[in-house]
């Protein structure tokens, strides 16, 4: 699991549940007689309709981005049962705020939504939107935490700081690297962030592309440079990646075991 992977979104969804639990504790609804103190843990049905089925859809989105490679079920991906999960609880809450007691007002007593469904409605309400909103707005798709800035190089040292998979770390060679043309080792090229940048292995001997160091700002798949659909590796936030060379609008990126492949989903990459 890698918390750096989490959203905006997922904080939004994450404090609606917190809400939801405190709610479920709180009075269901206020009547004219003293009816007492009652919660939704009284009630079978709107514990399971709205307070425990939103906590459990906030379980389920965050557990979609949590996760390398999350399971499914019956075909579908957990963020989307949350999702689905997330409507089905404000939907819920809205019927519960109309009517609080159900079939107890047939007595003559009149009833009225408590602090604790007001609450969990606002809350149900906030999760349902979070949940969408995850998926469609810019804003909410970026990281909850963001990747860590590169260390500034110290004045009295002329070696880059940070070890590998850093911004200033030297890249580790190829077997191959052996076999590249005399003119090509030991010409440093310009990286970005002022850093300095040792040539990119395999990289093109010649254009004006520059190697750089980049952060994802969630988990996005690295493919094949040969054009294979599956993925050889998951580019996880926080961690900081070389970009090698430049492939259309994708880039060659290489990750800390060696690998290399090609980044083709490019938006709102952290350089270094």
Not at 263 to 270: A, H, N, R, Y
Request: glycine share 14%.
């Amino acid at each position: 699991m890698n918390i750096r992977s989490l959203t905006r979104g997922d904080g939004v969804v994450i404090g609606a549940a917190v809400l939801l639990f405190i709610a479920s504790f709180l009075s269901t609804f206020d009547c004219e007689a003293t009816c007492g103190e009652i919660s939704a843990w009284d009630s079978g049905s709107l514990l399971l309709s709205v307070y425990l089925a939103g906590i459990i859809s906030a379980a389920l989105i965050v557990l979609s981005h949590l996760l390398p490679r999350p399971p499914k079920v019956l075909g579908l991906e957990l963020g989307q049962i949350g999702l689905v999960l997330a409507v089905f609880t404000a939907w819920s809450a809205l019927g519960a705020l109309f009517d609080p007691a159900g079939s107890l007002s047939d007595g003559g007593i009149s009833f009225d939504a408590g602090a604790g469904l007001i609450l969990g409605f606002i809350a149900a309400l906030v999760l349902a939107a979070g949940a969408v909103c995850n998926q469609l707005v810019p804003a909410l798709k970026a990281p909850l935490i963001g990747a860590p800035r590169p260390a500034a190089p110290t004045p009295y040292s002329g070696q880059p700081q940070g070890g590998y998979g850093y911004p200033g770390a030297q890249p580790q060679p190829y077997p191959n690297q052996q076999g590249q043309p005399p003119a090509q080792q030991g010409q440093p090229q310009p990286s970005y962030g002022g850093q300095p940048s040792q040539p990119a292995p395999g990289g093109p001997a010649g254009g004006d592309f520059a190697p750089f160091w980049f952060a994802v700002p969630v988990a996005r798949p690295l493919y094949g440079e040969d054009g294979s659909p599956t993925p050889i590796a998951e580019l996880a936030p926080g961690t900081w990646y070389l970009a090698v060379d430049q492939r259309g609008t994708g880039l060659i990126a290489q990750t800390q075991d060696g690998r290399r492949g090609l980044l083709q989903d490019t938006t709102g990459i952290q350089r270094g």
